[in-house]
């Protein structure tokens, strides 16, 4: 199971931080990422990382802006957004992939989503 939270309302050029806890049995995840969806778009590719080291890879949308890290005794994956722009809302999802060796931008690969939470840019 995973629990995402840390969206809001943030002004263009502002930060936030998202979070994922995961439970359950976090010890067979391969791949965390984050995905977000905005109004009448599909769900989209945004960062993931690697469970078990440190492989990560971002969408070229968000490289520069976005950083991805996790807390591996707290479960968690983070996503820390700066100089967020209105086109940066969404709601973000984090997801789980099982699959070992896989490292899928892929929205459909992913075995398990948290719950979205909602961010909102705008002045």
């Known amino acids: 199971q995973l629990q995402a939270s840390g969206g809001g309302l943030v002004h263009p050029g502002g930060s936030l931080t998202l979070s994922c806890t995961a439970s359950?049995?976090?010890?067979?995840?391969?791949?965390m990422g984050w995905f977000r969806q905005a109004p009448g778009k599909e769900r989209e590719f945004v960062a993931r990382?690697?469970?078990?080291?440190?492989?990560?890879d971002y969408a070229d949308s968000v490289k520069g802006r976005f950083t991805i890290s996790k807390d591996n005794p707290k479960n968690t994956v983070y996503l820390q957004m700066n100089s967020l722009k209105p086109e940066d809302t969404a709601v973000y999802y984090c997801?789980?992939?099982?699959?070992?060796?896989?490292?899928?931008?892929?929205?459909?690969?992913?075995?398990?989503w948290g719950q979205g939470t909602q961010v909102t840019v705008s002045s």
């Open positions: 997801a789980a992939d099982l699959t070992y060796g896989r490292l899928s931008s892929v929205a459909s690969d992913y075995d398990y």
């Open positions: 359950g049995r976090p010890f067979s995840i391969y791949v």
């Open positions: 990382i690697r469970w078990s080291g440190s492989m990560l």
